[in-house]
T-cell receptor
Framework: GDSVTQMEGPVTLSEEAFLTINCTYT??????LFWYVQYPGEGLQLLLK?????DKGSNKGFEATYRKETTSFHLEKGSVQVSDSAVYFC?????????FGAGTTVTVRA | DGGITQSPKYLFRKEGQNVTLSCEQN?????MYWYRQDPGQGLRLIYY???????QKGDIAEGYSVSREKKESFPLTVTSAQKNPTAFYLC?????????????FGSGTRLTVV
């Protein structure tokens, strides 16, 4: 079945560092892809999405490009802030359901 | 604004009690989901419902029950048969398969057994 494999954490960075979180997927067809962010004690919020190959989703300085040839959707941010400390989940949509990666905990130190 | 409301935010349960977590959405979404999240862990699917009066078990349905009598509401009951219910519970919904959007999540309910 459809699945998502996400880079394991935790990841610890200094402010203004470059962040990459790898995400690859296995799916039939061409699913929509998502990144969600979860701050402590809260639900998940949609960070960005891409619905077809070569689409680039972007939001709050984060970017991810839908790469069909490598079945990947890596999340990147050029200069992280302390406020970016959170858990990040990669996900794909199949029909009505989303399949999630295990989540990557990111801590940004001042 | 449209969204999903989960209540209560914190819930305490005594051993042997059933408790019900509320989830209401005003997004006119067809499908709704319940996930469990343990500390430092990912999401595990408990139950989901694609239409009113119908629902399916997810990966960890044992000890839980749900109902879907209205499109807007999908309450989750944690029964006394659930041996380790302390966790963070998340409700989500999604539009129909003709859309490309993802889930909208509620803010979660943290359940603690005392």
């Amino acid at each position: 079945g459809d699945s998502v494999t996400q880079m394991e954490g935790p990841v610890t960075l200094s402010e203004e560092a470059f962040l990459t979180i790898n995400c690859t997927y296995t799916a039939t067809g061409y699913p929509s892809l998502f990144w969600y962010v979860q701050y402590p004690g809260e639900g998940l919020q949609l960070l960005l999405k891409a619905t077809k190959a070569d689409d680039k989703g972007s939001n709050k300085g984060f970017e991810a490009t839908y790469r069909k040839e490598t079945t990947s959707f890596h999340l990147e941010k050029g200069s992280v802030q302390v406020s970016d400390s959170a858990v990040y989940f990669c996900a794909l949509r199949s029909d009505y359901k989303l399949s999630f990666g295990a989540g990557t905990t990111v801590t940004v130190r001042a | 604004d449209g969204g999903i409301t989960q209540s209560p935010k914190y819930l305490f349960r005594k051993e042997g009690q059933n408790v019900t977590l509320s989830c209401e959405q005003n997004l006119n979404h067809d499908a709704m989901y319940w996930y469990r999240q343990d500390p430092g862990q990912g999401l595990r699917l408990i139950y989901y419902s694609q239409i009113v009066n119908d629902f399916q078990k997810g990966d960890i349905a044992e000890g839980y029950s749900v109902s879907r009598e209205k499109k807007e509401s999908f309450p989750l009951t944690v029964t006394s048969a659930q041996k380790n219910p302390t966790a963070f519970y998340l409700c989500a919904s999604i539009g129909n398969s003709m859309t490309s959007g993802g889930y909208t999540f509620g803010s979660g309910t943290r359940l603690t057994v005392v």
